[in-house]
């Protein structure tokens, strides 16, 4: 560690000693377009479902409509429910990993003034 090293510059050295996967990764990134794909066309589906109920006298077709429309609101709560999941699953990676280094850093402080505190010796009884 150089004295030009900046905190962050360190907060990025250790994420790569630690190997936590970029939240960027492919597959994950495929999950959260399918999850945005599927919100989309769950309310394309939706929508449709509502126009082509709305535009016939035949009970047979508005049926196959409301089908359609409960289809379109099943895709948009698994979409949304997808996209969810893997949209925080990055950003908590990213939060536990910097509460792993803050802690350490921490530890690494106290640690460090104990031990001053006890070379001084002013203590009058031991802990």
Same mark, same amino acid.
């Given at each position: ?8 510059? @360190? ?19 495929? /999950? $959260? ?50 996209? #969810? ?6 950003? #908590?990676?990213? /939060? ?8 350490? $850093? #921490?530890?690494? @402080?106290? #640690?460090? @003034? ?14």
């Amino acid at each position: 560690m150089t004295s030009t090293e900046t905190r962050a510059d @360190r907060f990025v050295s250790e994420l790569a000693v630690l190997k936590i996967p970029d939240p960027a990764a492919a597959r994950a990134g495929l /999950w $959260l377009r399918i999850g945005m794909a599927l919100m989309a066309l769950g309310l394309v589906l939706v929508v449709s479902a509502y126009f082509i109920s709305h535009n016939t006298g035949d009970q047979l077709v508005q049926n196959d409509a409301l089908t359609l429309g409960l289809a379109g609101v099943a895709a948009s709560v698994v979409g949304s429910a997808l996209f #969810l999941r893997y949209s925080l699953t990055g950003f #908590l990676r990213f /939060w536990m990993a910097r509460q792993s280094y803050d802690l350490t $850093l #921490l530890a690494d @402080r106290l #640690l460090e @003034r104990d031990i001053r505190h006890d070379l001084t010796g002013t203590d009058a009884a031991p802990r």
